[in-house]
């Protein structure tokens, strides 16, 4: 194909041809597509591949207290980027991020009404969500 994902052949016969589209990261496509005088148009979308990642690929994380009251100490997260709060709405409350590789980790949550939020571990291609709530 050119820069544009065009590929145009010649000399051909006019007839039914099957073809095969790939490209690292996407799935692969496949189709027929029907040569005739005019020529032919065939419009081919590639879907990026999705690859489940299992939460057992980052270290083993621990939450304490559950339930908490001002903060939450989050263990084992030396391969962890960033720690997120999250409402059950998906809005992001807090953010944390772990650069000097910390084996725990605070986070204040001063301000958080009671109810059940979300805590999100990012780190090495993996995401985890642990769940927790939050008394007055």
Request: overall charge positive; cysteine-free; aromatic content about 6%.
């Amino acid at each position: 194909t050119d820069a544009a994902g065009k590929a145009s052949f010649a000399g051909l016969s006019l007839q039914s041809y099957t073809y095969t589209v790939s490209k690292t990261g996407y799935d692969v496509a496949t189709g027929t597509v029907v040569l005739a005088a005019e020529g032919a148009l065939e419009k081919v979308t590639l879907r990026k591949r999705v690859t489940a990642v299992l939460a057992s690929s980052l270290p083993y994380v621990a939450i304490r207290p559950n339930p908490a009251k001002s903060t939450l100490f989050v263990e084992n997260v030396e391969g962890v980027q960033r720690l997120r709060v999250v409402s059950l709405r998906g809005e992001e409350l807090r953010l944390r991020l772990n650069k000097d590789r910390e084996r725990v980790v605070s986070i204040l949550l001063d301000g958080l009404s009671e109810g059940m939020y979300l805590l999100v571990v990012e780190g090495e291609g993996a995401q985890r969500v642990i769940p927790f709530v939050v008394v007055r």
